[in-house]
């Protein structure tokens, strides 16, 4: 698995450094707290990066902690997430999360998966997203990005990220796990894409079983119809260190 994300970071290193991912620049913000990682994760849904980043900063200079966010007015806080998508129903869902945080759980996250998705708007990817990016703990989100580059690659043959999420946790030693979701995120966003990925720069195409089947020429979709003969394929086979 190291060398599958340290040839992704190479190429896009060697094609021009992507920008960071909303999630890891919250991270890497010296204001950065779990409080401020979940409510971006839930804002993030179906939203472009560089606005996230800029409408979490916006709620954040407003709102310190789950408790004024707890107390905010909607009005405010639509006016103030308004570029991102879905505004209304996410200035709702954000004010019920703070709400939660606030009166059941003191103000601080939980670090705890069943708990996390027991909130309103947060699913499976966005507790992954909290676990990693707030508290550091080993889990691995999976968005499109993450769903679609493992199936390209032949590390699983799933249909939903859910499917995904676990047979990845299965085949990749714990210890990357930390860095496969922002890894892959940047990689879908600028070299796999989901159209026209970028097969002609990338480091990896070696082991890539949709560049290997000949699928990236012909424009098929991200999920190879066969398996490639000969080679490991199918995540059973597949071994990592
Ligand atoms: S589909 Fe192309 S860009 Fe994506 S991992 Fe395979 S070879 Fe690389």
Not at 143 to 158: A, F, P, Q
Not at 192 to 221: E, H, L, N, W
Request: glycine residues 8%; proline residues 6%.
């Amino acid at each position: 698995m190291k060398k599958i994300l340290d040839g992704m970071m190479s190429t896009m290193n060697a094609v021009k450094p992507p920008r960071m991912t909303a999630l890891r620049e919250l991270h890497e913000a010296e204001t950065g707290g779990p409080f401020s990682i979940l409510i971006g994760t839930i804002l993030s849904a179906r939203t472009k990066d560089e606005n996230t980043a800029k409408v979490v900063r916006a709620l954040f200079a407003r709102y310190r902690d789950a408790r004024e966010l707890a107390g905010a007015k909607i009005r405010d806080v639509e006016r103030i997430i308004r570029p991102i998508g879905f505004y209304r129903v996410k200035a709702r869902r954000i004010i019920e999360v703070a709400k939660i945080v606030d009166s059941e759980y003191g103000g601080a996250v939980p670090e705890d998966i069943d708990k996390l998705v027991g909130m309103p708007g947060v699913g499976r990817k966005t507790a992954n997203c909290v676990l990693v990016y707030a508290f550091e703990k080993p889990a691995i989100p999976v968005d499109i990005h993450v769903h679609r580059i493992s199936n390209r690659l032949g590390l699983v043959e799933t249909k939903t990220p859910e499917e995904t999420e676990q047979a990845l946790m299965k085949l990749v030693p714990k210890r990357h796990w930390l860095r496969i979701n922002d890894t892959f995120v940047m990689y879908g966003q600028n070299i796999c894409k989901p159209v026209s990925p970028m097969c002609g720069v990338c480091q990896i195409r070696a082991d890539c079983r949709f560049y290997q089947t000949g699928m990236a020429a012909s424009g098929s979709s991200s999920r190879p119809a066969s398996r490639p003969r000969g080679g490991a394929t199918a995540a059973t086979k597949v071994k990592f260190s």
